[in-house]
């Protein structure tokens, strides 16, 4: 038997597939279920006029949001704080701010590794070097 312990409430309990125990499950489908009933009254709520109104954690709704059980079609107002800067938004992770700062990061991580691929294959070294010893290594 694999026991292990509940990330939520601490207990020990036979592992599956959720990684939390039976009770916290529970509890969690309870959320779950006052989320949809509370959506289904108040289809234009947002995140925080939700998780107001049903008492549950806004992490544990944006988790809903991110498994897919609660979609855009059940709360279309229901939008998802950026995982960067904590912004509202209506889909993806990190909101347009974010991502285009991020992709400015990204585009500077390449030229840095295409200057060094440069310097290599200008002094041939490195290239060579590493061919020969691929070859005995084996
Ligand atoms: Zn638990
Ligand atoms: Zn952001």
Redesign the pocket.
């Known amino acids: 038997m694999n026991l292990s312990n509940c990330p939520q409430c601490g207990k020990v309990f036979v592992n599956n597939s959720y990684n939390i125990c039976p009770a916290c499950i529970r509890e969690i489908e309870d959320h779950y279920r006052k989320c949809v009933e509370f959506l289904r009254k108040n289809r234009d709520s947002t995140l925080y006029e939700l998780s107001e109104g049903t008492g549950v954690s806004v992490r544990l709704i944006t988790r809903f949001i991110r498994e897919g059980r609660i979609g855009a079609k059940d709360a279309p107002n229901l939008m998802l704080p ?1 995982e ?2 904590g ?1 509202l938004i209506k889909d993806g992770s ?2 347009d ?2 991502r285009s700062k991020l992709s400015k990061d990204v585009r500077h991580l390449h030229e840095d590794e295409r200057r060094r691929t440069d310097r290599n294959n200008h002094f041939g070294f490195g290239s060579t070097y590493m061919k020969d010893r691929d070859k005995f290594g084996k």
Do not use: F, K, R, V
């Open positions: 950026c960067s800067c912004e990190i909101c701010n974010c």
